[in-house]
């Protein structure tokens, strides 16, 4: 079991950065890969980025690449999401989730989800 704490949303202007976190619970952290999705209204849930459980790997959505890095510290227990040249189309609430084992790109293969943070990009 793992309970997942994501922060760091907040409001920004295009062009701007924001980082942020995903704090887990537990001892077993370095057991699962995790994942960053997002949401827009009446949209579906997509993949934005996913790292191994090492953090030796990484995927990223095309939409995003160049722009957003995905880092972990297993000590931490934590999964960060660094977001750099931001663009209005990133509005969306951003979820932090974690896979037993190897990291995937369909939001329905996680096991466990945190709560969201909202993230608003301006014009």
């Known amino acids: 079991q793992v309970q997942l704490v994501e922060s760091g949303g907040g409001l920004v202007q295009a062009g701007g950065s924001l980082r942020l976190s995903c704090a887990a619970s537990?001892?077993?952290?370095?057991?699962?890969?995790m994942g960053w999705f997002r949401q827009a209204p009446e949209k579906e849930r997509e993949f934005v980025t996913a790292i191994s459980r090492s953090g030796s790997s990484t995927s990223y959505a095309d939409s995003v690449k160049g722009r957003f890095t995905i880092s972990r510290d297993n000590a931490k227990n934590t999964v960060y999401l660094q977001m750099n040249s931001l663009k209005p189309e990133d509005t969306a609430v951003y979820y932090c989730?974690?896979?037993?084992?190897?990291?995937?790109?369909?939001?329905?293969?996680?096991?466990?989800w945190g709560q969201g943070t909202q993230v608003t990009v301006s014009s």
């Open positions: 537990g001892r077993t952290f370095s057991s699962y890969a």
């Open positions: 989730a974690a896979k037993i084992t190897f990291w995937h790109t369909l939001a329905n293969e996680y096991d466990y």
